[in-house]
């Protein structure tokens, strides 16, 4: 007992070192992982990509509209389909004040296509075949094959030339230099990095240092933010607690368009699946608007091709699919697909339906399963394990599955959805996204067209073909685009909830009062 | 001597038992790591190479072997990109944070534990008795996912005493042991309680009664000193459930120990790391069995006597 009465007096000193008053000279966002580098060539994780992209800009990057914007370059243009001409603003200098020329360009891209360096993403930008610098502020991009998304891909961060080199990645892991509104100041552990305004930015300064914090817990992180330890959330929270952050008078919740987008896949190899009307009265069952009302709570719209309305390339014209019970019911049995005791508890027939174990998941296809009851469609949903659920998908063993693309960023992701050569098979080793297992001809040229074009006229109206040829035959239905969601203290403007997740908008965020 | 070798060569056999189960369970899971990886939209060609850079066709023993070759002279790294952390290196930031998570956590379950067994015992049956009791079944039965937040909720919102989470004060200690010392020292106040009861039948309590002795001298001295032995073992296996709770409870504080380390890697698929992490954790459970062998002696002389 005297042993407790002597520890109380240090308990109570630990307790009261502790204060609440937040760090007012800096911003304090919260992430869910650690970035696991800064070096944009090596980074994997979604958001080693953001912050680096705070610190080392690339020559573009990508607006809200999905669209390639200039950052580094003042601007680009395609020379010819396979040519591409990109010039520097003027006057840029990396944050340690040395000049960043069209050689600095250069180095990094040669840089990522070194196998000495070893980037994860070195067959991505394989494509590129040499690059010219006819001058300090211009560099000519030449490319194996026409790809008209290059300027998305030019969004790759640009380091400085004497950096480049594989004796330096440590240093650029923890430590890059870059042009972007800020420079690394401290990164010692993993739970907290410190950004500081970088002076030579050609935006202009941010006005606060910038803190970035792991939390790794939802709950947690929801509960620093209450505390006021952390002002900004960008994507960090899951539906269910938006009400109760709604009700939190100093933090403000705004949701806007996201890029990423749930589907439901039919496997097109499957004897009743593969009938267009089993696939149109599953769609016109469905009331997708109840699901994005109360399952996210609001924070998701109805989609109605795999792009966001918002999206450059959204096509406007595709069919939409709202819900009409009746005709679905009328397509089944013109089809001869009865249902044996009209609403009563029979059903007409019963599909499988893969979904991952992740609970809301699992609850959105419970949801989807009961619609579709309405119908007299019988649904057995089966959860499963991640790996084993994607095994299945991919090699065609499934009737029904959902999943979510993210980001959805250049429309050339519909080639990876639905090209036959994008099919996944043995000889692809299971890669590709179309697991509905989907052929047609005419998509397959118009996504040639659409990937070999370098004038984005030409490449919307490709897209706009492949969106209306798929939502009319529907190897798919997109079900909600999930939007962004953006939990900010009262007390900080100017930050805007990015479809992307970016983080930029934070280097132009002040505090009021 | 031959005790010590014996002792040397049962740790070196569960370490190397832990790790190759522990691999063999990775290679089982279904899925390819890769995927999880690179993510869906990487081309053949860089699959292709980081499954040559994490050796994945090659056999699991010779992924062991390169394992083990380069765990030995400490220059293990990380095995996703871009490979460049040092597991032993981030092992051993991680190590005394749980270290001393454990610790405080141990004390505090001793300090919450140690009054409410002998109270208990002291009455059985008696309302503080009652009370333990009740405090014993609520401490085992709330998972800590939830008593930390409600902790934090507290103590760190509507009292505003302490930090939510995280490590950069002192202060953020205080939660995160108290949600790992309760539930222990529910467990341990129950323990206390029935083997201080055992030993208060004995003959040589009834002794120290007829000498006259005051209650709590007899309670305190003879009775507790005798009871111990049991908590003693208890408490062994107990610190190894610690560390496993340690897992859950540093993720809900944000706290920089082994615990997230684990949770990070194999969110990473960082195999090697995953491994290196589970060999640290095995070592510590068999570190902390053999310093119970220790303190056995230290607390009954007639183990001494026996060596």
């Known amino acids: ?513 | 001597m031959s005790e010590i070798l014996r002792k040397a060569f049962g740790t070196l056999v569960a370490a190397l038992g832990a790790v190759i189960l522990v691999s063999v369970f990775l290679d089982f899971i279904p899925g390819d790591p890769i995927d999880a990886i690179l993510g869906e939209q990487a081309r053949e060609t860089d699959r292709a190479s980081l499954r040559a850079a994490l050796h994945l066709d090659e056999p699991l023993a010779a992924r062991l072997w390169y394992f083990a070759r380069d765990a030995a002279t400490l220059e293990l790294r990380s095995s996703v990109p871009p490979f460049q952390d040092r597991v032993f290196v981030r092992i051993g930031e991680a190590l005394p944070n749980t270290a001393l998570l454990a610790c405080v956590s141990l004390l505090v379950a001793l300090l919450i534990a140690f009054p409410l067994g002998v109270l208990g015992a002291s009455r059985p049956g008696g309302r503080v008795d009652a009370a333990a009791s009740g405090f014993a079944v609520l401490g085992v039965a709330l998972p800590r996912i939830w008593l930390g937040p409600l902790l934090i909720l507290v103590f760190a919102i509507w009292l505003d005493w302490l930090p939510v989470s995280g490590l950069e004060e002192p202060a953020g200690l205080v939660l995160p042991a108290l949600t790992l010392g309760t539930a222990l020292a529910a467990f341990l106040a129950r323990m206390i309680r029935a083997s201080v009861l055992d030993a208060v039948g004995e003959d040589y309590v009834r002794t120290a009664r007829a000498k006259g002795l005051p209650g709590h001298v007899v309670l305190l001295k003879h009775a507790l000193r005798n009871a111990m032995l049991p908590v003693l073992t208890v408490l062994g296996l107990q610190l190894g459930a610690l560390l496993g709770g340690a897992v859950v409870t540093e993720k809900v504080f944000n706290y920089p120990g082994m615990g997230t380390l684990l949770l990070q890697a194999i969110d990473r698929r960082d195999y090697n790391m995953v491994r290196a992490c589970v060999l640290t954790f095995t070592l510590a459970y068999v570190l902390v069995n053999l310093l119970t062998d220790l303190a056995y002696a230290v607390a009954d002389p007639r183990v001494r006597a026996k060596r």
């Not at chain 1, 552990?189 to 941010?206: F, K, M, S, V």
């Not at chain 1, 939390?215 to 933010?225: A, G, K, N, P, S």
């Open chain 1, 1 to 513: 007992m005297t042993r407790l009465l002597l520890l109380a007096p240090l308990l109570l000193a630990l307790c009261a070192c502790s204060r609440s008053e937040r760090p007012a000279d800096r911003l304090v966002v919260a992430i869910e992982s650690p970035p696991e580098t800064l070096d944009r060539r090596m980074a994997l994780g979604a958001n080693a990509m953001r912050v680096a992209q705070l610190v080392t800009p690339g020559l573009t990057r990508v607006d809200e509209a999905g669209r390639a914007v200039p950052d580094l370059a003042a601007s680009f243009e395609a020379i010819d389909d396979r040519t591409w001409r990109f010039v520097l603003r003027e006057g840029l200098r990396f944050s340690d004040g040395s000049a960043l020329t069209s050689a600095d360009v250069a180095a990094t891209w040669r840089s990522v296509l070194d196998p000495a360096i070893g980037s994860p993403h070195r067959g991505g930008y394989g494509y590129v075949e040499s690059i010219e610098t006819p001058d300090d502020r211009t560099v000519i991009f030449h490319l194996a094959l026409p790809f008209g998304a290059f300027p998305v891909d030019a969004s790759l961060a640009i380091l400085p030339a004497e950096l480049v080199g594989p004796e330096h990645l440590e240093t650029l892991r923890r430590r890059p230099v870059g042009a972007g509104p800020y420079v690394v100041e401290r990164w010692d552990r993993d739970e907290q990095l410190l950004l500081a305004p970088n002076p030579r930015y050609h935006g202009g300064a941010p006005a606060l240092p910038l803190e970035i914090r792991t939390v790794r817990d939802e709950t947690t992180r929801v509960l620093e933010l209450r505390k006021g330890r952390v002002d900004v959330l960008l994507n960090a929270v899951s539906a269910a607690l938006l009400p109760a952050l709604r009700a939190e008078e100093h933090l403000a919740v705004t949701v806007g368009p996201g890029a990423g987008v749930s589907y439901l896949m039919f496997n097109l190899e499957d004897p009743l699946l593969a009938r267009r009307e089993v696939r149109e009265a599953i769609a016109l069952s469905l009331d997708r608007e109840a699901i994005a009302r109360h399952k996210f709570k609001g924070a998701a719209r109805v989609a109605d091709t795999l792009l966001r309305p918002e999206h450059w390339a959204f096509a406007p014209d595709a069919k939409k699919w709202p819900r009409d019970l009746e005709r679905a019911k009328a397509l089944l049995d013109a089809a001869g697909l009865v249902d044996p005791d009209g609403d009563g508890p029979q059903v007409r027939f019963r599909l499988g339906f893969k979904t991952s174990t992740d609970r809301f998941r699992r609850s959105v296809a419970l949801v989807i399963a009961a619609q579709l009851a309405e119908a007299g469609i019988g649904v057995d949903v089966s959860p499963l394990e991640w790996g084993t659920f994607m095994g299945d998908v991919k090699r065609g063993n499934f009737q029904l599955a959902t999943l979510k693309v993210t980001p959805v960023i250049d429309p050339d992701l519909f080639r990876l959805a639905f090209h036959s050569a994008s099919i996944p098979s043995e000889e692809t080793a299971w890669g590709g996204m179309n697991r509905m297992r989907y052929r047609n001809a005419a998509v397959d040229a118009a996504l040639e067209r659409g990937r070999s074009a370098a004038d984005p006229e030409v490449r919307r109206a490709a897209y706009a073909e492949v969106q209306r040829i798929v939502a009319a035959e529907l190897p798919a239905l997109p079900l909600v685009h999930e939007d962004a969601v953006g939990i900010v203290a009262r007390d900080v403007e100017g930050v805007r909830v990015d479809p992307q997740g970016s983080l930029q908008s934070l280097a132009g965020a002040r505090r009021i009062r």
